[in-house]
């Protein structure tokens, strides 16, 4: 009966010590999942946020551009002999 109870408590401990480590490895796993779908997200974004900042750049540029134009096109008309139409033709 001793050694019967011997097994019991070899047999208890194992089991215990066995499901501590599949615990274990199971919620290192899942922290490694995790770990990895986050540095993907952060990834995206990163490259979201850098296109949001050349998209504006970009827009600076062609905002300037713009404005360059428009400022000359003006100057051109100011400049220009205005242009009588002749009504009966």
Known sequence: ??????????????????????????????????????????TKLDTIINDAKENARQHQELYAYHNDHETRITVLEKKRPTRRTNQDE
Request: net charge positive; hydrophobic share 40%.
């Open 1 to 42: 009966m001793n050694s019967f109870v011997s097994f019991g408590w070899i047999f208890g401990v194992a089991g215990f010590l066995f499901g501590l480590y599949q615990w274990k490895r199971t919620s290192d796993e899942k922290v490694d999942r995790e770990g990895q779908f986050k540095g993907t997200v952060n």
